[in-house]
T-cell receptor, first 109, second 114 residues
Framework: RKEVEQDPGPFNVPEGATVAFNCTYS??????FFWYRQDCRKEPKLLMS???SGNEDGRFTAQLNRASQYISLLIRDSKLSDSATYLC??????????FGAGTTVTVRA | NAGVTQTPKFQVLKTGQSMTLQCAQD?????MYWYRQDPGMGLRLIYY???????DKGEVPNGYNVSRLNKREFSLRLESAAPSQTSVYFC?????????????FGEGSWLTVV
């Protein structure tokens, strides 16, 4: 079983919609979590860190639920430019990162 | 600011050939990583280097060797390429101090083994 599991999607949403998806992690020792964004044939880029209290960055909101061991990402007012694959990442004590396989989001006009 | 630079960007190899992927970072990061990414598999760690002079195996090290040449450079070598090593390879770097720190990727190297 992979340490980080994600629903691959695709999530196909119209512009302006809200889309949300989760990932689950199995390593309870994971201390830090992140969301990365990856465009087709490009490198993953850090979207945002995920804090225990939940955090927002513009239209993006991330939540961490340690009791149920999942992380969520919510995108409000979706733009065409939000179309990408979103990677969930967990970091353990020995600073190795575990990546999920990604959730694909497609925003249509 | 170049960040993480990988070369070559594209390479076609014949089975059994060897090659080295080069990676350099200019962010003074102490840790460096090599990942491979295959469809439906996500990013899998091949090797990492927590600091200059140290290297450790990741999830899928077989068929690869690495060298941490200095703080800036971390190379990945395929001694005898196999078709199963056809993949996209990403180098990354980051700071290890502080659990909140994460890593930054190069643009990737597309490798095809025929």
């Amino acid at each position: 079983r992979k340490e980080v599991e994600q629903d691959p999607g695709p999530f196909n949403v119209p512009e302006g919609a809200t889309v949300a998806f989760n990932c689950t992690y199995s390593n309870s020792a994971s201390q830090s979590f992140f969301w990365y964004r990856q465009d087709c044939r490009k490198e993953p880029k850090l979207l945002m860190s995920v804090y225990s209290s939940g955090n927002e960055d513009g239209r993006f909101t991330a939540q961490l639920n340690r009791a149920s061991q999942y992380i969520s990402l919510l995108i409000r007012d979706s733009k065409l430019s939000d179309s990408a694959t979103y990677l969930c990442v967990g970091r353990s004590n020995d600073y190795k990162l575990s990546f999920g396989a990604g959730t694909t989001v497609t925003v249509r006009a | 600011n170049a960040g993480v630079t990988q070369t070559p960007k594209f390479q076609v190899l014949k089975t059994g050939q060897s090659m080295t992927l080069q990676c350099a970072q200019d962010m003074n990061h102490n840790s460096m990583y090599w990942y491979r990414q295959d469809p439906g598999m996500g990013l899998r760690l091949i090797y990492y280097s927590a600091s200059e002079g140290t290297t450790d195996k990741g999830e899928v090290p077989n068929g690869y060797n690495v060298s941490r040449l200095n703080k800036r450079e971390f190379s990945l070598r395929l001694e005898s390429a196999a078709p199963s090593q056809t993949s996209v390879y990403f180098c990354a770097s980051g700071f290890t101090q502080g659990s909140g720190n994460t890593i930054y990727f190069g643009e990737g190297s597309w490798l095809t083994v025929v």
